[in-house]
């Protein structure tokens, strides 16, 4: 098994390559250069030239594309010019904030999605199965970012309870408490889609398991019904579940982009997105890297899980 | 498994317990601290080098922490002293001697004087610098007709130019002409721009990435320290999610309101609304090489045709004015009082059309989905194709994202488009003509003349006013070119844009400038 996932890992590093030559191919055929983009209106042919001379952007494709590969195998994932820093320190930075975010939200909604999945399941169409149905129901269907919207209006602007945006308060605060106070909204907003996905999920696994012969054996013998669902029949689902919420795992990272622009939450999302806008290859690359790389990780993750919780699976 | 379900209630329990403590301990969660004003931008700025940046978003930050030789008075665009105490031009308006203010230090300590001016332009404008590698400078072009700067003593400095430049002391107070410390600039060399060091109101204390940028008062102001202890600027990138900081009290003063939320601040009396025209114009590139709009007559009646006062007042809400012509009345120098916008007048445009042989072909439109200073351009592009449908044009609405909508405005409309929406923001009257309006500013001489517009009239007078040296000279030139512009119509004026700002009812002495940038020396916090 160990060389099941060490062989895993080492797939990785193609898919990783060929991403990046994707990214860099995608960015040159984009109309629009960064000299045109930091320029606007005084774009003209001659300041774009001197500008692009200063930037090193006077190079042909090829020649930027493997200069900027033979820095990345040294560490050096180069320098950001529309940030004017080195793209490492704004990628880790950026990436921590969405990790935090995403993390708290992966919980909130791993939590929320079983046990709503479960309690559907046992009580199949019984009211709670039809009103946490309902709810799910809405929740997949909501936008996000509209529900964002909504939340710091309600929380926010009308009950002044919780701060609108920003990760931490901008004068003092910097703590855990403060922290928290700001991670709430976004990270509630951003597990609503994913909670329902992996309740409705749940709901179907447990559902098909709880028809099992095994299950039947197991309460002929007598078994309480508490510990047949949650010692048979839920540890048998998850099972199925586990692989989609790695899937999820995903869906959150992407879906920070809008969260964490309606929330001015700094993270990783957002840093793409004027990465896009202003033209800058360099922080696109590592900022997609990472990310890319992190995808990876979190489905090897969940199937690592699947692996151990899955008998079958042993052999 | 008990045990993981002991783990998932024990998540529950933790989640409610954090949900509760938060609510609980924050009931007014956005207080601003006293005498700290917190301003909302709109975005997390490049650099904090003045020669390395384009974005007025950035400007705002850097007016406050670094000075010119000169800058703009109070409420004009006109030049006054600033980090220079006065100036001589010569008779053929190619030198310029500045006499620099002494006992001024930068915020690291170094003095300033007149060695630290050579440096400054010697950075931006000398490839052999030393320093050259701390860029890029992207508007270093300003300074294109700098040819030397010589250091004469202490405290006077010489700028050499290589033909008479009148728009030269109005780009000195432009955030390019902004003085930083050389002694920072040898130290941090290519982070400079994160480590900023001037001489103005405010020192840097702090910049934490897509957060905050934390300057303080600077207590050796040469004019005085400021009220203000403190000021943070924060990026939110979000309209909505700005105005919710606003109306929580997260925030004390926000720039660039959009036009729906203004009546809802103006109602309320805990907040100011302010407003200033700047020099803006918004405007439609009309292409004279070729269909319909070669004829005059044709570009009159889109100018006729175009109801700018539905545009500045539905689609904008009063947060523009109707343009007369190409240049902005902030420019209140060298405006033209007696033009008067095209009025609104279907009728006269049909007949107009008539004259100029149009047959109902196809007009392609380029529209932008937004961009610097172009407003609503959606919104207003779909407006002008109404207004014009409604005189028999057939308008074909294309839209592009920003970039790509420069790349293909820029070389030029031809084989492309018959108009294009653009608009321009700039220090001097000269420079939008300049670069807009003569026969040599063809988009494939490096101009934006991309409508192909050629007047000699309007190109020598072009000329003349950027080498005199009189400024009544030069004001009257350009009131002379406004006229034939507007009667020639190379492009249809549509609205001029007013700079509007919502603060807290606490902050005062608050002004915005006609140069759009954001001035907090003599503003205070109650």
Known sequence: MLAYFLKRIVLA????????VIVFLIMAMIPGDPATAILGSYATPENVERLNRQLGLDRTLPEQYFIWLGNLLQGDFGRSYSLNRPVLNEVLERFNATLILAGASLLLCTVFGLLAGIVSAVRQFGWTDRIVTFFVLIGISMPSFWLGLLLILVFAVNLQWLPPSGMYAVYGGGDLADLLTHLLLPAVTLAVVATGVIARLTRASMLEVLRQDYIRTARAKGLSERRVIYRHAFKAALVGVIPVIGIQAGFVLGGAVYIETVFQWPGIGRMLVQAISTRDLL????????????????NLLADMAQHALDPRLKS | MRGFMRALKGALAGIAVVGVATMGAQPAAAQTPPNVLIVGQIAEPKSLDPHAVTAVNDFRILMNVYEGLVRYSDGTLEVEPALAESWEVSDDGTEYTFTLR???????????????VKFNFDRMLNEDNPYHDTGPFPLAFYFDAVEEVTVEDEHMVAFTLNEPYAPFLSNLAYPTGLIV???????HGEDFGRNPSGTGPFRFADWVSNQRVVVERNTDYWDGPPPLEAVVFRPITDANTRIAEMLSGGIDLMVEVPPDNVAQFAEDPAFTIYEQAGPHVWFLILNMKEGPFQEKAARQAVNYAINKEAIVENVLQGTAEIAAGPTPPAFAWAYNEQLEPYPYDPDRARELLEEAGYDGEEIVFYVTEGGSGMLDPVAMGTAIQADLAAIGMDVTIETYEWNTFLDRVNPGLEGKADMAEMAWMTNDPDTLPYLTLRTEAMPDEGGFNSGYYSNVEVDTILEQARQSTEPEERAALYRQMQEIVHEDAPWAFVANWKQNAVAKAEVQNFQLQPSFFLLLKDVAKQ
Do not use: C, R
């Not at chain 2, 002494?102 to 630290?116: K, L, Q």
């Not at chain 2, 410390?181 to 130290?187: D, K, N, Q, Y």
């Open chain 1, 283 to 298: 922080l696109v690359q590592g900022g997609v890297l990472v990310v890319a790389a992190s995808y990876v990780l979190f």
């Open chain 2, 181 to 187: 410390s050389p002694a920072a600039v040898e130290e």
């Open chain 2, 102 to 116: 002494e006992g001024v230090t930068f915020h690291d300590g170094s003095p300033f004087n007149a060695d630290a």
């Open chain 1, 13 to 20: 590093v193609p898919v990783l390559w060929g991403l990046t």
